[in-house]
């Protein structure tokens, strides 16, 4: 169900409208319901329908009268709150659709349960799915109905009326949604040929900027730098910056500006500056040092976000969803075209996700943020390969905040993250199918092959038959035929990449053990001191001892046709 509330000046217009028959071609048995004491005249039900309209005004506005001649009467004396059942829910009757309003004026401060100097206020059924509360907010006391935050009351007090019918629960949310446009915005922008209207364009572009930036002065920079964007600082008279806001250059009828709480509650000038000071400085060059590659460091992080939220600290996590759709929101900027359209919805869509009643602690998501920022100063790595491995990092994230929100009962944020999977999943599948079919061509031998499939047996046995299933198989077998060729122990990545995540919520698990094994298998292979330490570890020993002769398997790999070095494969 959902309610309408709104507030008027005039009681004899409003009954005027419920009750037409001939202008308003729904009306098509207009009567009373219910009403504050039960006799009141119904205009539905009298021959004279005309005269017994103005009695039931006149009955309504009679201490509204009172008051008025006392000069206590507020001027907007009317309280109208429309009901609508959903169309797929059953027909109520009037005794149940009478309970229902006595129940919302009770809950809304209108006439409170008990109360025998609550406002005057009748309930109009004029078509069968929905109900009309007409009441004057002035009490029997003469003094004004004490109704704030009505509509949040009303909203929960609905959600248990539809519980208790057995009707369609309405996704509700948590006033943390960002504003949505006007019908008279949409009309201007439909009328100049755009899809978005201008606070959806400026909101985006001001999202993208947050998560390119890496200081406020950066961000200031970069807003004064986007084309067709208009930009203000707002200073304190000691010069400090207080905000900003933007417009659109182009906008019909000249500039309209917003404020960053206009656009989005988390766009305002202070929660921005509380993001950027959390951001995980990247470490500096050093000589003989190879750099650590962000993409790496950025999926690497991006993996972690599903354990975060399991950890029952809702500040983190809420830290975590806020600092990965800044991630979504960068990626646009460092895909292929052909990709950038289904990211764009994805960052969209997540955005609902990344906000609700929970307050953020961002100091606990300073290394992904500092690795999308270290991500978009550096070119894009033009296999693909990357931008695969993180969005398949990317979708287990979703379904874990999908989960998470649904355990808090975040409803709208369920919603828009069930949604952001479907953009996601449909661009992972374009990303990814050119460097897995390269990786597959360079299947070991089967000899090679079955030795890799007793490593995956004992590394996720739980889901050794879907990953041998999946048909990015012989990308799995092919990167860690490479990373054994590299000098890493096949095996052990394996165990290192199933243990950074369960692999439950992954549809083509072998896939997700392609990408975490190219990832692991870039870093430096373990020296000579490191293998020595690890050969007298009791774990190591223990595990070598389930595992084939090293030299034996050592000799068959040097027998066995190699696959070319990642290097050589990529150019």
């Known amino acids: 169900m959902i309610a309408k509330i709104s507030n008027g000046k005039e009681t004899a217009g409003l009954i005027r409208y419920l009750f037409d028959t001939k202008k308003a071609k729904d009306h098509t048995d207009p009567h009373l319901v219910a009403s504050w004491d039960g006799f009141a005249p119904d205009p539905g039900r009298s021959e004279d329908a005309d005269a017994t309209r103005r009695l039931l005004v006149a009955d309504l506005d009679l201490h509204v009268k009172q008051a008025r001649r006392l000069g206590r009467a507020p ?17 109520l009757s009037d005794d149940e659709w009478a309970d229902i309003a006595r129940r919302v004026v ?12 609550g406002c005057r206020w009748v309930a109009v059924r004029h078509a069968p799915d929905h109900i009309h509360i007409a009441a004057t907010k002035v009490r029997a006391d003469l003094r004004t109905a004490r109704h704030w935050n009505d509509y949040l009351t009303a909203d929960r007090e609905l959600a248990a009326i539809e519980q208790e019918y057995g009707l369609l629960q309405v996704v509700r949310g948590d006033r943390t949604a960002a504003k949505r446009p006007t019908r008279a915005e949409q009309e201007k922008a439909r009328r100049a040929g755009q899809d978005k209207t201008a606070l959806e364009r400026l909101r985006a572009t001001v999202r993208t900027a947050v998560a390119a930036a890496s200081s406020m002065e950066e961000f200031v ?30 906008d019909a ?43 790496h460091q950025a999926t690497a992080a991006t993996e972690r976000i599903p354990h975060h939220l399991d950890q029952g600290d809702d500040e983190a996590g809420q ?5 990965f759709g800044e991630a979504l929101d960068a990626l646009p900027l460092l895909a292929p075209q052909h990709l950038r359209p289904q990211l764009r919805e994805a960052a969209s869509a997540f955005e609902r996700a990344t906000r609700s009643r929970i307050r953020a602690e961002h ?14 100063r550096e070119p894009a790595p033009k296999d693909g390969a990357a931008l695969a491995m993180f969005l398949d990092a ?33 661009a992972y599948e374009q990303a990814a199918a050119a460097p897995l079919a390269a990786l597959a061509q360079h299947r070991p031998p089967q000899q090679a092959v079955d030795r890799h499939i007793r490593e995956i047996r004992r590394a996720v046995p739980d889901h050794v038959e879907q990953v041998i299933e999946d048909p990015a198989f012989d990308a799995l077998t092919a990167a860690l035929a490479e990373a054994e060729a590299a000098g890493h122990d096949p095996e052990q990545l394996l165990q290192q990449a199933a243990d950074q995540r369960a692999l439950d919520d992954a549809r083509r698990p072998a896939r997700v053990l392609a990408w975490r094994v190219e990832r692991l298998s870039a870093r430096p292979t373990p020296s000579a001191q490191v293998r020595a330490a690890q050969a007298h570890s009791p774990a190591w020993a223990d595990g070598a001892a389930q595992r084939p002769n090293p030299p034996a398997r050592e000799a068959a790999a040097a027998r066995a046709p190699q696959p070319p070095p990642p290097q050589a494969r990529r150019r």
Not at 75 to 91: F, G, L, M, P, Q
Not at 256 to 276: M, N, T, V
Not at 319 to 323: D, N
């Open 75 to 91: 001027e907007k004396h009317v309280w109208h709150c429309s009901i609508r059942a959903a169309e797929t829910d059953r027909h």
């Open 319 to 323: 830290a975590h969803l806020a600092v």
């Open 394 to 426: 990317a979708i287990l994230v979703v379904i874990a905040a999908a989960r998470w929100h649904q355990l808090r009962h975040h409803d709208q944020q369920v919603g828009a993250a069930q949604e952001t999977l479907l953009h996601l999943q449909a």
């Open 221 to 250: 920079h970069l807003l004064r730098h986007i084309d067709d964007i208009l930009v203000e600082i707002v200073r304190f008279p000691s010069g400090d910056i207080r905000g900003y806001k933007v417009a659109l250059a182009d």
């Open 106 to 117: 009770a809950a809304t401060g209108i006439a409170p349960d008990g109360d025998q100097d």
């Open 363 to 376: 100091h606990h998501a300073r290394a992904l943020r500092g690795a999308v920022r270290a991500m978009l």
């Open 253 to 295: 009828g000249g500039p309209i500006w917003y404020s960053g709480s206009k656009l989005a509650p988390d766009l305002s000038f202070p929660k921005i500056q509380e993001r950027l000071a959390n951001i995980e400085p990247q470490p500096a060059d050093q000589p003989g040092r190879r750099k650590p590659n962000p993409w």
